[in-house]
């Protein structure tokens, strides 16, 4: 039972990522999926959601109009487009499923 995230990097502002993350051990289309972050010296934070069928998703205020998260049941794997990237967007990101969590992909955003 795993989440492997993918696709974090280095980017300069107003640049973009797509973050992956493909799911193994379980059923997924059963679960809502999230994504979420942690800026260096902060706490984790929730970034977006979508249900286990994709059909609802919400975001937090910070990245609403920037971010899309998506997910393809039929190869178990949630993804997170990030658009209009900022400085602070850099941190840590994790995709989790009820109770179970990835390692995490860094992104930066720096010139």
């Known amino acids: 039972v795993q989440l492997v995230e993918s696709g974090g990097g280095l980017v300069q502002p107003g640049g973009s990522l797509r973050l992956s993350c493909a799911a193994s051990g379980f059923t997924f289309s059963r679960y809502t999926m999230s994504w979420y972050r942690q800026p260096p010296g902060k706490e984790r934070e929730l970034v977006a959601t979508?249900?286990?069928?994709?059909?609802?998703?919400n975001y937090a205020d910070s990245v609403k109009g920037r971010f899309t998260i998506s997910r393809d049941n039929a190869k178990n794997t949630v993804y997170l487009q990030m658009n209009s990237l900022k400085p602070e967007d850099t941190a840590v990101y994790y995709c989790?499923?009820?109770?179970?969590w990835g390692q995490g992909t860094q992104v930066t955003v720096s010139s």
């Open positions: 979508i249900t286990s069928g994709g059909g609802s998703t």
């Open positions: 989790v499923a009820p109770v179970l």
